[in-house]
């Protein structure tokens, strides 16, 4: 596998390692057009499994994808930010990332899990993004991704791969049968998360099997000051975090970046 280390760089966040599922049909679209593919793990995914398990699961799913493990980050192992507690960390990776990606100015596309109210980290993660002073003059080349939230779903029940219609138009990518179907293999690729995977497989299976599309959408600040949707977070629901404790881990990065030169007035507001 020929990595041009030169070469414009598409940046992959996320919050814990397999979440990278959301993605795979994007990664892939990036090595095509020639892109060296930089994937950053923000959390040490600790919760459910042995963080190093965790990582060997991701890095064995990502090189199949065709990335370069020397381009795989596990960040959040690095800064000590347990899976669940981004919202206690949230200067500190801010901080970080600003750097890393001032520092990588080869950068032409950043991807990040949706604002949707599935799990705190996955929110955290796409605040502290739209909010760096590295990426606000250059959010249009930002994209998020669903994963799962529980808006009009009840209980423990969830949405897959569904973007919500507030965060505007969808950008669909049409995913031929055969990819399709690796890619549902791929993720059968974590047995350390099996757990998880018990409630998300089928769910994953019939998105793939009655859309199989890839969803992007464009990102947007503005959406920081009042929940993803309506009624109860998933997250909420599943006591992992309340609303409140989270909006005020986001007010913390605002008012870090608050007298960063040339910040946009909007960025700060509440």
């Given at each position: 596998m020929h990595i041009d280390r030169?070469?414009?760089?598409?940046?992959?966040?996320?919050?814990h390692q397999d979440d990278e599922f959301g993605v795979f049909f994007q990664i892939e679209k990036e090595r095509k057009l020639g892109r060296r593919i930089c994937c950053v793990y923000v959390t040490d995914g600790s919760t459910t499994a042995d963080p190093m398990c965790?990582?060997?699961?991701?890095?064995a799913v990502l090189q199949q994808l065709g990335v370069?493990?020397?381009?795989?980050?596990f960040t959040g192992q690095q800064l000590q930010i347990a899976d669940g507690a981004l919202h206690a960390h949230v200067e500190r990776l801010a901080e970080w990332m600003d750097e890393f990606i001032n520092s990588h100015p080869e950068i032409v596309s950043c991807y990040?899990?949706?604002?949707?109210?599935?799990?705190?980290?996955?929110?955290?993660?796409?605040?502290?993004?739209?909010?760096?002073?590295a990426l606000r003059d250059r959010?249009?080349?930002?994209?998020?991704?669903?994963?799962?939230h529980g808006q009009e779903c009840f209980g423990p029940f969830f949405r897959v791969l569904s973007p919500i219609p507030v965060n505007g138009p969808v950008e669909r990518q049409a995913v031929g049968w055969r990819t399709r179907?690796?890619?549902?293999?791929?993720?059968?690729?974590?047995?350390?998360?099996?757990?998880?995977?018990?409630?998300?497989?089928?769910?994953?299976?019939l998105r793939y099997l009655y859309d199989g599309a890839q969803q992007l959408q464009r990102v947007d600040s503005s959406v920081l000051s009042t929940p993803p949707h309506s009624g109860s977070l998933y997250y909420e629901r599943r006591a992992f975090l309340d609303w409140p404790t989270l909006s005020d881990a986001v007010k913390r990065v605002k008012r870090r970046f608050?007298?960063?030169?040339?910040?946009s007035p909007n960025i700060c507001s509440e």
């Open positions: 030169g070469a414009p760089i598409a940046l992959f966040l996320f919050p965790r990582n060997a699961e991701s890095k370069d493990p020397a381009d795989i980050w990040v899990p949706a604002w949707e109210g599935g799990h705190p980290d996955h929110d955290l993660l796409y605040a502290i993004t739209v909010l760096l002073p959010l249009d080349m930002v994209r998020q991704f669903a994963l799962y179907m690796r890619y549902v293999r791929l993720c059968l690729a974590y047995p350390s998360q099996w757990r998880s995977w018990v409630g998300l497989f089928p769910f994953v299976c608050t007298d960063v030169p040339g910040a």
